[in-house]
């Protein structure tokens, strides 16, 4: 059974930074994508950013390149975003995701808040 689980968020002023983490498990992994999305109140999910596990290429959203970073740990199954230079407009619940292809994600994980405070 595949589990995906999220740690880290919280609360950070405007400027700051956070770091997530995503841990999965219950599979091979070797091909698939993991991925961040976010979702704020009262808009639809969005993509963030997306790894390749094998060859660790990495995808990002345009207005997140240079201020968010997705990174891998093949030993540990753990994946990262980074955040940096974070913004009011960042505040929304973060979901990490794993799936066969950069756009189709079979497993997510539980979400985690994060909050920008201006």
């Known amino acids: 059974q595949v589990q995906v689980v999220q740690s880290g968020g919280g609360l950070v002023q405007a400027g700051g930074s956070l770091r997530l983490s995503c841990a999965a498990s219950?599979?091979?992994?070797?091909?698939?994508?993991m991925g961040w999305f976010r979702q704020a109140p009262g808009k639809e999910r969005e993509f963030v950013a997306t790894?390749?596990?094998?060859?660790?290429?990495?995808y990002y959203t345009d207005s997140m390149r240079g201020r968010f970073t997705i990174s891998r740990d093949s030993a540990m199954n753990l994946v990262y975003l980074q955040m940096n230079s974070l913004k009011p407009e960042d505040t929304a619940v973060y979901y990490c995701?794993?799936?066969?292809?950069?756009?189709?994600?079979?497993?997510w994980g539980q979400g985690t808040q994060v909050t920008v405070s201006s």
């Open positions: 995701a794993v799936g066969p292809s950069r756009i189709e994600y079979d497993y």
């Open positions: 219950g599979h091979t992994f070797s091909r698939y994508y």
């Open positions: 790894i390749n596990w094998s060859t660790g290429n990495t």
